[in-house]
């Protein structure tokens, strides 16, 4: 996000005069999902890497889960930016700069400042903090989400929408509050601690951010500006740390992977096959895994497809399963021009892993590759039982039909790929193309015409409250 600015979108809307001091869950979720959309759609840094958010929302619902909302709606995110920050947004979408991912030392380190952002939202800080200022409108509010994002992101940034709307609140509602901080560490604390991760690395990862922040005099790290740290907050961590017994954590192979994959893809494919190198010739690495992980995924990268198989040889040696390491050996082999292993590896991998969605899409992109596009769609349709809010998978299934030149099942999928994505009138649009194809039966036509139904009661109650300036979020 660094550099950059977020704009809201033409479509939002006007959603009137002040929330009530505390807003609705459902309030909280659809201005949440409407900032997390603008952050999709228009936002260069955002991170669409199914397996570093496969990641993310591995490690973050083992967190959600010993929180004090264990059944909470949550999402997680990376943003590509070297800086070390981590940021909670209403409705549970909590985005990680892969800056935090490289810094942090251990999983532990990781999970603790992940914790610390998830106990902002079941602790409702942000709402809180916002709701006190009665005067604000809604839109505001969603525009100093915004504005905030973007300056957490970078101190000297003049966002639109800083700029726009009451920039001083903005930048007055920058930093949390002590309080909202303290209580934050206090829950995220006992989350780290619940759900088996070291409790020391909290405040030992903090205490080092703070030290090297003192290099920076005014010009601090983004984290310490967004989540104001004192000496006071880091002894009570590390005071608390000390009372409980000591526990040896060590840290995940995917979270090591997850790490060589971000440094494979940093600067030129040869500058990253170097570094790696470098890194197994004088054994200087944390993992031999991932430093093997990283020097295949930069030989792809050099799209070198026979080096990358024979590098790859020493890594199956190690005889490690992790849904990346059976996404890479799959990749290998469709660089290869070989499908069926391919596949094969896909297949066996699903039914090791089957909460990986890279591993879904890549199974699904391969049959595609082989015009495999029925046995696609059967695939696609099981994995949307189980994951029915995946806008992916729609945007796979339209591409099938497609290719089959089934054009009212294609804008139908699309019409939901869209939905998914909280853009409407597209969504209205491809219904509308869909009722004018005839390659349909009359079952999925009826089917079409009651969902463009649906869609247009949305639009209609949207219309009603952009007019009267209302939304209770419902």
Do not use: C
């Not at 504005?147 to 929408?161: D, K, V």
């Not at 560490?185 to 088996?196: N, P, T, V």
């Not at 292993?341 to 391969?366: C, K, M, N, T, V």
């Amino acid at each position: 996000m660094a550099g950059t600015s977020f704009a809201l979108a033409d479509d939002l809307p006007d959603l009137g005069e002040s929330a009530r001091a505390e807003f609705s869950p459902q309030l909280e979720r659809k201005i949440g999902e409407s900032i997390m959309n603008e952050i999709r759609l228009r936002e260069p840094s955002y991170v669409d890497d199914p397996e570093i958010n496969d990641y993310l929302a591995s490690l973050g619902s083992r967190l959600v889960e010993a929180s004090a909302n264990p059944t909470g709606d949550f999402h997680f995110f990376a943003i590509r930016d070297n800086t070390v920050n981590a940021f909670a947004m209403f409705g549970g979408f909590i985005g990680v700069n892969t800056g935090t991912l490289l810094t942090a030392q251990s999983e532990s380190e990781l999970a603790g400042v992940i914790a610390h952002e998830i106990a902002h939202v079941t602790q409702n800080h942000l709402a809180r903090q916002i709701a006190k200022e009665k005067q604000n409108t809604i839109p505001s509010m969603i525009a100093m989400a915004l504005g905030i994002l973007a300056a957490r992101s970078n101190s000297n940034i003049a966002s639109a929408a800083i700029v726009s709307t009451q920039a001083g609140l903005v930048q007055a509602q920058l930093a949390y509050s002590r309080d909202f901080e303290r209580e934050a560490d206090r829950m995220g604390y006992q989350s780290l601690d619940k759900a088996g991760f070291d409790v020391r690395s909290m405040g030992d990862f903090f205490e080092r951010l703070q030290k090297g922040g003192r290099l920076y005099e005014n010009n601090a790290p983004v984290y310490l500006r967004s989540h104001p740290l004192t000496i006071e907050r880091i002894s009570d961590m590390q005071n608390r740390a000390q009372s409980s017994p000591y526990r040896q954590v060590v840290s995940s192979l995917d979270f090591q992977l997850v790490r060589a994959k971000l440094r494979a893809l940093m600067g030129t494919p040869r500058e990253a096959v170097s570094e790696f190198e470098t890194q197994l010739r004088e054994k200087k690495y944390a993992s031999q895994a991932a430093a093997r992980y990283g020097l295949v995924f930069a030989l792809m990268r050099a799209k070198d497809t026979s080096a990358a198989q024979r590098e790859f040889e020493a890594l199956s040696a190690l005889k490690l399963a992790s849904p990346m390491i059976a996404g890479l050996a799959a990749e290998i082999k469709t660089s290869a021009g070989d499908l069926p292993a391919a596949q094969a590896i896909y297949r066996d991998a699903l039914q090791r892993f089957p909460q990986a969605r890279s591993l879904a899409y890549g199974y699904a992109e391969s049959l595609f590759a082989g015009r495999q596009y029925d046995r696609a769609l059967v695939f696609l349709d099981t994995q949307l039982q189980l994951n029915l809010a995946d806008y992916k998978l729609y945007g796979l299934q339209a591409k099938n039909y497609a290719a089959l030149g089934k054009r009212l099942p294609q804008h139908r999928a699309q019409a939901e790929f869209y939905l998914l994505q909280g853009q409407l009138g597209q969504a209205v649009e491809q219904l509308q193309f869909a009722q004018q194809d005839s390659d349909g039966n009359f079952q999925e036509q009826s089917a079409v015409d009651a969902r463009l139904r649906e869609l247009r009661i949305l639009q209609a109650e949207e219309a009603k409250l952009k007019k009267n300036g209302a939304w209770n979020g419902g």
